[in-house]
């Protein structure tokens, strides 16, 4: 009876969650007191890219504290691009250059808090291309796993 109650109590501790480090990258998902409300988590969803060399164009689904919306942009010359505006919303965007393996391009978001005012960060895209059939240059990339960018 204790061999079991001791073997139940041990495998409970390997099932326990283990705890945060302190230098969490992203607070909503990492517990703790209540969120900063200077702060905006936003999702990026569904995201896309086609390039044939150079981008052609690049959407994906935003959701954040300020609602969920599109946002795409057409071609792009080089990186950084321009900025654009999410659909009809406070949110917008540009493509930067992506500074990890696997992801093709970074996203750089920005929420207007106010007249000229705002707040921003950025990540980059887990990413994969395959051809695209338009051509030996022509590819399409879909997003590969999650991604939240902590704005603020």
């Known amino acids: 009876m204790q061999f079991l109650t001791a073997a139940t109590l041990f495998a409970a501790a390997l099932a326990a969650p283990a705890p945060q480090t302190s230098d969490c990258p992203n607070p909503a998902h990492c517990g703790g007191g209540s969120p900063d409300p200077s702060t905006d988590n936003v999702d990026i969803t ?65 929420r207007e808090t106010g007249t000229a005012v705002g707040i921003t960060g950025e990540g980059d895209v887990p990413s994969y291309c395959r051809a695209g059939g338009n051509g030996p240059d022509d590819f399409v990339c879909q997003q590969t796993g999650e991604l939240t960018i902590v704005i603020s």
């Open 46 to 110: 569904n995201f896309y890219l086609r390039k044939n060399p150079s981008i052609q164009n690049a959407g994906f689904t935003l959701s954040g504290n300020n609602g969920t919306v599109k946002c795409e942009i057409g071609a792009v010359e080089s990186l950084p691009s321009t900025v654009v505006v999410c659909g009809d919303s406070k949110y917008r965007f540009g493509l930067i250059e992506a500074t990890t393996a696997g992801a093709e391009v970074g996203v750089r978001l920005y």
